[in-house]
């Protein structure tokens, strides 16, 4: 059990059963703003363990349904679970959640290691815990090496990867994404898509990933869901997706080059 379940009420919910992923489940949720609906009645589960990458075009509600997750939104209705448990009245702290943004923010002014270490400190967690726990997850990400160093004294990618670190070190069954490789230039995204297939196959946590790069989705997910207006279109392995599109919309939003 970590440090997290074992201080809350919710902590036997959150604990993973078999695989160390989370089992996701959205049942039916929708979101208005106003007169404005952005999410409409939308289901969908994930496996424990499994890379689900959420695409679709700017504004069609792919980090509206990641905020819902995530306890930064609250959904108008619907269920949201977690292994089991509707966690829509838990507070984001308390969900067990890993993020990582298009703009890490990491803490200029801190170590690397200090940097992985603080979400532990946060949750009250002893020294010889974080160190112990920081030394695995620079492990994860190979930067055993540079915990001393400040954030600027590395590449955007090794920053990435430390962003990586911090998400993972309190072990969590569920991983978030939003546009992780967003900022990075070409090169590099190729790189770190390697290092993020690789980290959650090491990890096994469950990954919600959101992006409109589409043939990042494919290269990385085990199933994708394409958004549009606050609907799922379709949802699929990448392969079902591009050898059977259900929607001309569907086909041509895969064909377009990223
Ligand atoms: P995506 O991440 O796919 O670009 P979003 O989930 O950010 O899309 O947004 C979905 C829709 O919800 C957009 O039309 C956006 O303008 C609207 N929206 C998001 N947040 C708010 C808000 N706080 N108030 C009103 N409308 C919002
Ligand atoms: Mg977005």
């Known amino acids: 059990m970590n440090a997290l379940s074992a201080s809350h009420p919710h902590g036997a919910a959150m604990d993973r ?3 160390r992923g989370a089992r996701v489940e959205f049942d039916r949720v929708s979101k208005d703003y106003g ?8 289901s969908l589960k994930i496996a424990p363990g499994e890379l689900f990458a959420l695409i679709g075009p700017s504004g069609s509600g792919k980090s509206t349904l990641l905020g819902i997750l995530a306890g930064f939104v609250p959904p108008t209705y619907g269920a949201v679970r977690i292994d089991g448990t509707n966690i829509v009245a838990v ?7 890993g993020m990582v943004f298009q703009n890490y923010a990491l803490f200029p ?23 112990e726990r920081v030394k695995k997850a620079l492990a994860m990400v190979r930067l055993e090496a540079l915990g001393e160093r400040r954030p600027a004294q590395l590449s955007g990618g090794q920053q990435q990867r430390v962003a990586l670190a911090r998400a993972a ?4 069954g569920l991983l978030l994404m939003d546009e992780p490789l967003g900022a990075l230039d070409k090169n590099l995204r190729e790189e770190m898509q390697d290092e993020i297939k690789r980290f959650q196959r090491a990890f096994g946590a469950t990954v919600l990933y ?7 989705a ?6 994708l869901a394409v958004m549009r207006g ?14 059977m599109p259900c929607t001309h919309f569907v086909a041509s939003f895969l064909g377009e080059a990223s």
Do not use: W
């Not at 007169?35 to 939308?42: I, P």
């Not at 507070?91 to 959640?97: G, L, T």
């Not at 959101?210 to 990042?216: A, G, P, R």
């Open 169 to 172: 070190v309190y072990d969590p």
């Open 109 to 131: 002014h801190i170590s690397v290691a200090e940097n992985i270490g603080f979400p532990l400190k946060m949750r009250g967690c002893g020294k010889a815990e974080i160190g």
């Open 35 to 42: 007169e404005l609906t952005v999410l409409h009645e939308t």
């Open 17 to 19: 059963p078999s695989s």
């Open 210 to 216: 959101v992006t409109h790069d589409q043939q990042e």
């Open 218 to 223: 494919a290269f990385l997910a085990d199933r």
């Open 91 to 97: 507070p984001p702290y308390r969900r067990n959640i």
């Open 230 to 243: 606050g609907m799922l279109e379709q949802i699929g392995t990448p392969r079902q997706l591009y050898e």
